[in-house]
T-cell receptor, first 112, second 115 residues
Framework: DAGITQSPRHKVTETGTPVTLRCHQT?????MYWYRQDPGHGLRLIHY???????DKGEVSDGYSVSRSKTEDFLLTLESATSSQTSVYFC???????????FGAGTRLSVL | AQSVTQLGSHVSVSEGALVLLRCNYS??????LFWYVQYPNQGLQLLLK??????LVKGINGFEAEFKKSETSFHLTKPSAHMSDAAEYFC?????????????FGKGTHLIIQP
């Protein structure tokens, strides 16, 4: 998985609770991304980062926030989880704007 | 805005038969195109990519794809299917000159290999 670690790999939580997912890379890549995967929708971009403390919104950013205080870590936070955020979340990294994106193994989140 | 359409959410072929997975894109600027494969409970793995140059692109595991600008297509093919090819396949697009704003994915095609 190209030096990408997502944690936790599985999480079950309750509606209304905060949740933070972590993506850690050892490749020193500049760009990091969070996607969610849902049946019938493929992967959709939530947020991305183009450097430390530099982040921007993707297609489905409502209800999510991100932070990147170090090159190697990109955090995705659900401030108050909802059942619609039950999904598989993937982190990806890239060394350049049009370079290949390498994906982590994913985090399966269930919000009950 | 860019978009990707993958025709057929499920495609079934016999082992040894030709595999053809269709992808059409919409982009107002020259695209960069990718095919990824996802095996059950795993992340996505790059099969091949097109950026510039030769329009026929060869990837891993015997797959190839041809960029056809006039048809706005980037179909994935493999001459002879193996049982190990059973997986989910995603076509994705970004564009040259764009920022680091991620890939736009199709909804995926589940490839089923019949013995």
């Amino acid at each position: 998985d190209a030096g990408i670690t997502q944690s936790p790999r599985h999480k079950v939580t309750e509606t209304g609770t905060p949740v933070t997912l972590r993506c850690h890379q050892t490749e020193n890549h500049r760009y990091m991304y969070w996607y969610r995967q849902d049946p019938g929708h493929g992967l959709r971009l939530i947020h991305y980062s183009y450097g430390v403390k530099d982040t921007d919104k993707g297609e489905v950013s409502d209800g999510y926030s991100v932070s990147r205080s170090k090159t190697e870590d990109f955090l995705l936070t659900l401030e108050s989880a909802t059942s619609s955020q039950t999904s598989v979340y993937f982190c990806a990294i890239s060394g350049g704007q049009q370079d290949i994106q390498y994906f982590g193994a994913g985090t399966r989140l269930s919000v009950l | 805005a860019q978009s990707v359409t993958q025709l057929g959410s499920h495609v079934s072929v016999s082992e040894g038969a030709l595999v053809l997975l269709r992808c059409n894109y919409s982009s107002s600027v020259p695209p960069y195109l990718f095919w990824y494969v996802q095996y059950p409970n795993q992340g996505l793995q790059l099969l091949l990519k097109y950026t510039t140059g030769a329009t026929l692109v060869k990837g891993i595991n015997g797959f190839e794809a041809e960029f056809k600008k006039s048809e706005t297509s980037f179909h994935l093919t493999k001459p002879s299917a193996h049982m190990s090819d059973a997986a989910e396949y995603f076509c994705a697009v970004t564009y040259s000159g764009g920022g680091a704003d991620g890939l736009t994915f199709g909804k995926g095609t589940h490839l089923i290999i019949q013995p």
